[in-house]
């Protein structure tokens, strides 16, 4: 009960930042109520991805790790660059 209730807040605060800067920025009620509603649901549809990619991260280092018994550091660094998307 209590995970629902933080999780219920969480969303309820994503809303509220959301609501609060836009308007700020625009002085638009319309403009920070639609930001307010499409933030939380552009976050659920890429905390998946962000989150997959953590997990494959944590396995190469893993991988790694158990492979050439290198330290966390070492491992991490021979890790190839990942460029940014965009």
């Known amino acids: 009960m ?4 933080q999780k219920t807040s969480q969303v309820l605060l994503h809303m509220a930042v959301a609501f609060g800067v836009t308007y700020g920025f625009t002085g638009s009620l319309a403009v ?3 930001a307010a509603v499409v ?4 976050n659920v549809l890429v905390l998946p991805l962000h989150d997959r990619a953590w997990k494959r991260l944590r396995a190469q280092v893993v991988h790694r ?3 050439g ?3 966390v550091p070492q491992a991490a660094a021979s890790l ?3 460029a940014p998307a965009g």
């Open 32 to 34: 920070g109520g639609l």
């Open 2 to 5: 209590l995970t629902l209730a």
């Open 69 to 71: 018994r290198k330290t």
């Open 80 to 82: 190839p660059a990942v």
């Open 65 to 67: 790790l158990r492979r």
């Open 39 to 42: 933030e939380p649901i552009c």
